[in-house]
């Protein structure tokens, strides 16, 4: 799909992967929507790229409605759908309480946050998203709509305070196929990419040692990626009518590892 004059909707705009990407998009001639939670940074943003910024929660299904109603009435029919709207959230099956120290089992609110932002949001704009696609006729394999979702390697080999984190991309990771199956007949293609460690404001939170270890332990280039590379792969895969169905690692071939040091002192979040 060519993107410029497309349009293009990007969740988890203001920050990060999703700001590099609308950036991308918008040099590329597309139309941008950026949506992220209100109050978010988004307005310089989008003064300076001069796109529509909405505030909104990628989870509410009343949010996403109104957002992609919006979207259709000020742009038209968005084509290009780059989900990027996520958190790390920790969710160790036990935390520590501070005041008694007792083992106490974790919060399910928690757990519950992080699917339902990672996994249940991607969900989310891709059914509002597809809808507005629902009405065409895909014609002789004609690009209609391209979705992109982000994964990430915790998707495969999350560390261990990632059990809810890493069982989020596990789902948006695996909804990659049976998407792409079904939104075949309308001309959509599906995939996802499977983002190692990024410098962004996820990647800040992050506990200094385990940085450490994630950046250490990537064989080539021996460094953190850089927003402007997912972004130029987001594009790639638009642009490539062939890319369907599949999840695509951007690592530095890097596998996680359990960081092991320093014990002592390490947060239990
Ligand atoms: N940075 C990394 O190393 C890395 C690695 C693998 C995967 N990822 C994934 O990449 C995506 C982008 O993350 P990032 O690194 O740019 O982080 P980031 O924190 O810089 O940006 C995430 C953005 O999502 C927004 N957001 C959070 N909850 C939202 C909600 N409910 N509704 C709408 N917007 C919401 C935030 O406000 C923020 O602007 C995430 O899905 C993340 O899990 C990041």
Redesign the pocket.
Known sequence: MQIKGQVAVV??A?????RATVQRLAEQGAHVAA???AG?PLDALAKELKLLAIG????SATDMEAAFAQVRTALGTPRILVN?????GPARVFRTDKATGRVMPRELDVFRRVIE??LV?TFNTIRLFAQGLSGETAVDGEDRGVIVN?A???AYEALSAQTAYGSS?AGVASMTLPLARELARFGIRVMALA????E????EVVPAHTRRTLIDDVPFPPRPGR?EEFAHMVQALIENGMMNGSVVRIDGAVRMREPTAPREGRPAS
């Open positions: 969740t988890g203001a920050s990060g992967l999703g949506i992220d939670l978010a909104g929660d990628v989870s990027c709207a996520g958190v790390l932002i990672n949001g982000t990430s390697v915790a991309k983002p190692g460690t990024f962004t404001g996820m990647y927003p």
